[in-house]
């Protein structure tokens, strides 16, 4: 399936595999799965700049894995969460594509099985 011919949802996943694939954006997921967190506890944490924890942050939220807020007593500060749901299609894709291979080795295994009787 070429670029143009790509579902929404098509887009989605790529978005999504593409933003899980650099492992500081991954170990920000983790982080942000205990508990939100500003930009530069992220960046201390994870040993980066704060211009690299930026790129990263600006990723994940272009994937819509990551959500901003400000809290009400300073619209500077910029908290940042898990999007809920974010994972919704990666998950419903993994699931289809494991139901899948699952079908094929059993159907491989049943073939197996069925020549060496």
Do not use: C
């Amino acid at each position: 399936m070429s670029a143009a011919q790509q579902t929404p949802s098509d887009a989605t996943l790529d978005a999504t595999l593409a933003a899980i694939a650099d492992p500081a954006r991954r170990r920000t997921i983790e982080l942000l799965r205990q508990r939100p967190h500003r930009a530069g506890e992220l960046a201390l944490t994870l040993g980066l700049t704060a211009a690299a924890m930026s790129r990263h942050l600006r990723e994940l939220k272009r994937s819509n894995l990551v959500e901003e807020t400000h809290p009400s007593f300073d619209a500077r500060v910029r908290i940042y969460s898990l999007k809920a749901g974010a994972m919704t299609e990666l998950k419903d894709w993994l699931a289809e594509t494991e139901a899948m291979w699952a079908r094929q080795l059993a159907s491989l295994k049943a073939h197996l099985e069925s020549r060496t009787q």
